[in-house]
């Protein structure tokens, strides 16, 4: 197991960034936080994919070759632990800049690459968790909405409301109370057999595993889906609630801080089973060296 | 002049930051951005105390004492230089952290301070500006609201909406067109003699100029001031319209686009002479030592 994160900035074993980034001062650049499962990245296209639609949408020039070369770099260092899981986390920034807001149109994006051993929550998580409404409200803007970019000050506020290890996660709302997502998940409600998410239009995260839920596994099972407004009495009237996060996958939601309100019930449990499918896949495809 | 900027890291010269500061990740942390004139930060006591109240809204653990040894280490580098204009950059975050939104409670705050030479734009925008009305929306939260933090990825694709050099600023509404500030300044309406600024709880940045002005200057002035919702019908029947920001003082703005709209009139230029009136104290204070 690494004993220390593995950090390369633009191609170099480095743990240091310059003062000027862009991303230090205005929060300018996008990440992805993947896991790494027997030494590979999982869905690791589809972060990519991601993360060039962010760059793309902040207009933020990168070169995917160097940022896969990059992975491929930080891989070397756990080929003696692909035993255990790792999180990779990829974070791209505008660069360095001069003063002011304006972008220079020939910026170099920074790039930097962490590694580290996986410190993830306990698998009993995996059964059903509690869940906190958060006072902290996301707020709303077409533009960002959807990316995962570096202005997450409302996710470390909403963070902050709840310390007890028995809440799992905080479930966050905008000023409309409509429900938006988790601080760090996104939010399905099972209901009459459809799979219920929030639209993501003004404010949110599109997760890549509620891309993948959305566009591949639950079509694959048969369930269908929609996108929607989701007010705060439609998610207490659900049949199920659940999780979902690139990292964890899928958690039952059980309870809504000290009152359980809803079941695991059998509709999350096939959806965990079908995550469970692609990452064996995933594990399969990754040992077939071993085989 | 200085021919490179002056950087100081947690009191140290060097000009790098751990890739695993919060600042980075997330944009935790609050910014300062100050005038030197003579050698001396202007309105040096009203930016640190906005900076600790940030960072007491943000509950990051900062000691001014550290901050303001860090400020004298690098005024220290400017004291052949102070015939010219110098700006001086303070940034806060909630330090380095392990991976996750949740803050430490027991956090070491970074301090970076970047001394610049002074590059503001020409003197000419005293005289008048043109501003455009940027398409980017300011999003609303009441946590966030008034603080200048380090999310400001909206301002950054605000002022990518334009590059020609004859607008000086873009003025930014919020999602129901209520105008609430420029990307790097505030906005203020003169109306039949009272002075009216927007209400600040929503969205934008109390400005350090912004509360001089309200506070101080111009009760002074005997002019009557009111901070309220502004319409953009509001900003269009104003008599007159200034911007403020605590490094170029006080600019009236004259046209939006290419439209001439108002006069530079007697009211801001009221303001501007009581603004210069300032300044010249601070230049005075600090030029003791030569009379």
Redesign the interface.
């Known amino acids: 197991m690494l004993d220390k994160p593995v950090?390369i900035?633009n191609g170099e074993s480095q743990?240091?960034?310059?003062?000027?980034?862009?991303?230090?001062?205005?929060?300018?650049g996008v990440?992805e936080?993947i896991l790494v499962k027997c030494g590979q990245p999982f869905l690791l296209q589809h972060h990519l994919e991601r993360l060039c639609h962010g760059c793309s949408r902040?207009?933020i020039n990168i070169s995917l070759t160097d940022i896969t070369r990059d992975i491929e770099q930080a891989l070397t260092s756990i080929v003696d632990h692909i035993a255990f899981d790792h999180?990779l986390?990829i974070?791209v920034?505008?660069g360095s800049g001069t003063?002011?807001?304006?972008?220079a149109t020939d910026h170099i994006a920074t790039r930097?690459i962490?590694l580290?051993a996986s410190?993830e929550p306990a698998p009993q998580h995996q059964q059903g968790v509690r869940v906190k409404l958060c006072e902290?409200?996301?707020?709303?803007?077409p533009?960002?909405a959807g990316l995962k970019?570096?202005?997450?000050?409302?996710?470390?506020?909403?963070?902050?409301e709840w310390?007890e290890p028995a809440i799992a996660e905080g479930l966050m709302c905008d000023?409309y109370d409509n429900v938006i997502e988790g601080?760090?998940s996104n939010v399905f409600l099972v209901k009459d057999d459809t799979i219920i998410t929030p639209r993501l239009d003004y404010s949110g995260v599109k997760g890549v595993m509620r891309s993948v839920l959305l566009n591949t596994a639950l079509p694959a099972l048969g369930i269908s889906t929609k996108e929607s407004t989701i007010t705060l009495d439609a998610l207490l009237s659900a049949d199920e609630v659940f999780l979902s996060n690139s990292v964890f996958g899928i958690w039952p939601v059980i309870a809504l801080e000290h009152k359980q309100i809803w079941q695991q019930g059998v509709v999350t449990q096939r959806v965990q089973a079908e995550i469970a499918k692609l990452m064996k896949v995933h594990r399969d495809g990754n040992h077939r060296d071993d085989k």
Not at 16 to 28: K, L, S
Not at 136 to 141: A, D, I, P, V, Y
Not at 149 to 160: C, D, F, P
Request: proline residues 3%; without cysteine.
């Open positions: 950090i900035v743990d240091q960034i310059p003062v000027t980034d862009r991303g230090f001062h205005y929060g300018d990440f936080t902040l207009k999180i986390k974070i920034t505008r003063r002011g807001y304006l972008p930097v962490i580290s410190t902290t409200k996301l707020s709303r803007n533009l960002t970019h570096l202005n997450r000050l409302e996710q470390v506020i909403a963070r902050s310390t000023e601080t760090m």
